[in-house]
């Protein structure tokens, strides 16, 4: 298995090179003594976490995978302890509110501790990731009871959070969900119905998990209006907070997957259930987007994890790996062989990893600022600009960093060659882990159809706008700059394609709204490709300021901008194959009639 190191000096490079998060901190509340050297001793202790003891039990997790017997689920060994050390270091509360027993912290630091742990083990950092979304949800649409009641033990870790929407019968199309909630005497509700691909639904960390359940009320109407959100614990809580009776919800089995095996993934039971609504009445859809879009922001993380896990396996084995001769003459000739990472195609490999990793990581920490603004901003009008920003952005980071980091992950596997095939190098790990990735919270092309239907086509382009325009500005502004020159013209051109681009889609979507369909993946991946470009011109610009100035460690910038180079070179030319992807059009998809699809010999 690939030793996982937290790449530190790239996580500081982004957070106060790139981003300034020393002056970002000071536009929120009460963040005003949240410094570099605080920020860089908090990223430091959970860099050690993360190393000491995550990533020691992430092959052995996968190998053991989780147990089930009797409604029961249990853990790997040594998942439960790991947890328990977490609890212990406070990590749970890191960027939680101060009056529910949080450490205030901008949440910006808590996805860099979400990386990390999820580069070490994802199986294991799913259990306390699904609680933050829970957490926010009961922040925003709980009522005082509520948050008494659940806040604070989720906070502190004592207990875990899930989220439940999909059922048997019904995947991402919520508006068919059958899952009943009936009004008790007391104001609680019964819900009676089964959730599935419930993610930490069970297991043996803690003694309460705190359910989030989507269900319907007798008299609710038919489709996605008709739908409520319901707290469900595991177990029942009194009024002063101890815990009462074991209610009626229970795993019926965990699902036996391709990968993330030491996850349960579990089948939830809800056996007239006591649950209290959370939210209006018949807007539980509205209210479980705020779980939705902070478990997707989540999971655009798997991308960056499996980019940079698969990277630093595939790198320290290509300058080992010895195989052949450079074409150009052997470059290690004392041994009898050269090292893999002197040929071109495993550096392309390795490269488009970097470069995948790294600009995934600038785009999750600028997301993370925003979110921080939304949460924590003291000016109305910038929150809400944060707020429209990350609605914009949240699926193509999602989709394209998942897409990406699979991609990056199947390379890893390609550098080891024959060994990247077999399970002992962890690499085949890595893939398998991250598959699931473009899949949950909404798979690429539901990603791609809200980018472009809901969040591009019926704002008329204004959100894109708020980001192309960040983008054009950039651009503006270094137009003389002779060194990043090259880079600084193409992404210019491709922002200016953006705009021209959705313009044409618009115009065939006026004719037969199926174009949106038809061209949705594709404007996604062509809009992730762009706003990498952004991401790596921003620290292709700081990198050379660095040079300039002598900063030092000159290795470092150099290896930043070429890198980018790189990206402007060989990857986002791809970004131009999926626009004549989209020129393509409706019809190549659509023509053929479904019993001409295939034939055989009878």
């Known amino acids: 298995m690939p030793d996982y190191k937290a790449p530190l000096r790239d996580i500081q490079f982004v957070m106060h090179e790139v981003l300034d998060a020393e002056e970002h901190y000071k536009v929120l509340r009460g963040n005003d003594d949240v410094n570099r050297e605080l920020v860089d001793a908090i990223i430091e202790e959970g860099a050690k976490f993360c190393q000491n003891e995550l990533a020691p039990i992430n092959r052995s997790g996968d190998e053991e995978g989780c147990g089930f017997e009797d409604g029961v689920v249990t853990t790997p060994a040594g998942f439960k302890e790991a947890y328990q050390k977490y609890v212990e270091g406070g990590w749970p509360s890191l960027a939680a509110p101060e009056d529910q027993g949080g450490q205030g912290l901008p949440n910006s630091i808590g996805i860099v501790m979400s990386e990390m742990m999820g580069?070490?083990?994802?199986?294991?950092?799913?259990?306390?990731?699904?609680?933050?979304?829970?957490?926010?949800?009961?922040?925003?649409?709980?009522?005082?009871?509520?948050?008494?009641?659940?806040?604070?033990?989720?906070?502190?870790?004592?207990?875990?959070?899930?989220?439940?929407?999909?059922?048997?019968?019904?995947?991402t199309d919520l508006g068919i969900l059958r899952t009943k909630a009936e009004p008790n005497a007391d104001g609680s509700y019964a819900i009676t119905g089964t959730k599935i691909f419930i993610s930490a639904g069970d297991h043996d960390f803690v003694d309460n998990i705190v359910h989030i359940v989507l269900a319907r009320l007798p008299d609710a109407p038919k489709g996605t209006k008709g739908i409520s959100l319901f707290i469900v614990p595991k177990v029942n809580v009194n009024d002063d907070g101890s815990l009462a009776d074991r209610n009626g919800v229970v795993c019926g089995s965990i699902e036996h997957k391709m990968g993330i095996k030491a996850s349960a993934t579990c089948v939830m039971n809800f056996e007239g259930a006591k649950g209290y609504l959370i939210g209006p009445p018949n807007r539980g859809l509205n209210c479980m987007f705020t779980f939705m879009n902070t478990a997707r922001v989540g999971t655009a993380l798997q991308g960056l994890a499996a980019s940079e896990g698969s990277f630093q396996g595939a790198l320290t084995y290509a300058k080992e790996r010895l195989a052949m001769r450079a074409l150009s003459g052997p470059k290690a000739p004392e041994k009898e062989a050269d090292p893999i990472i002197v040929h071109p195609d495993v550096r392309r490999m390795l490269l488009t990893q970097k470069a995948f990793a790294e600009g995934g990581r600038a785009m999750a920490y600028y997301l993370a600022q925003h979110s921080d603004i939304v949460e924590q901003g003291s000016d109305e009008e910038a929150r809400k600009a944060s707020d429209e920003m990350m609605a914009f952005l949240t699926p193509i980071a999602k989709a394209f960093m998942t897409e990406t980091g699979l991609e990056a992950a199947n390379n890893g596997v390609q550098v080891f060659g024959g060994h990247g095939f077999i399970r002992e190098w962890g690499m085949e790990q890595i893939v398998r882990d991250t598959r699931i990735a473009t899949l949950y919270e909404g798979t690429t092309g539901v990603q791609a159809l809200d980018l472009l239907g809901r969040k591009v086509m019926l704002t008329q382009g204004r959100l894109l706008k708020l980001f192309t325009k960040e983008v054009h500005k950039f651009c503006v502004q270094n137009e003389g700059n002779e060194a990043i020159k090259d880079l600084v013209d193409t992404l210019a051109s491709y922002n200016k394609d953006w705009g021209d681009l959705t313009t044409q889609i618009g115009m065939k979507a006026m004719q037969n709204q199926e174009e949106i369909g038809a061209a949705s993946v594709d404007y996604l991946m062509y809009s992730g490709y762009v706003c990498f470009a952004y991401f790596w011109a921003l620290m292709a610009k700081v990198a050379q300021q660095k040079l300039d100035e002598g900063a030092g460690e000159e290795g470092f910038y150099k290896a930043k901008l070429q890198t980018a180079r790189f990206y402007f070179k060989r990857l986002l030319p791809r970004a131009k194959m999926h626009a004549e992807c989209i020129a393509g059009g409706l019809d190549v998809l659509m023509d053929m009639e479904e019993e001409n699809f295939a034939f055989y010999v009878e």
């Open 119 to 171: 580069t070490a083990n994802w199986s294991w950092g799913m259990y306390p990731g699904l609680s933050h979304g829970a957490l926010k949800t009961l922040e925003e649409h709980g009522t005082d009871e509520q948050k008494e009641t659940y806040l604070k033990p989720l906070i502190s870790g004592e207990w875990t959070g899930t989220m439940c929407l999909t059922e048997p019968h019904c995947g």
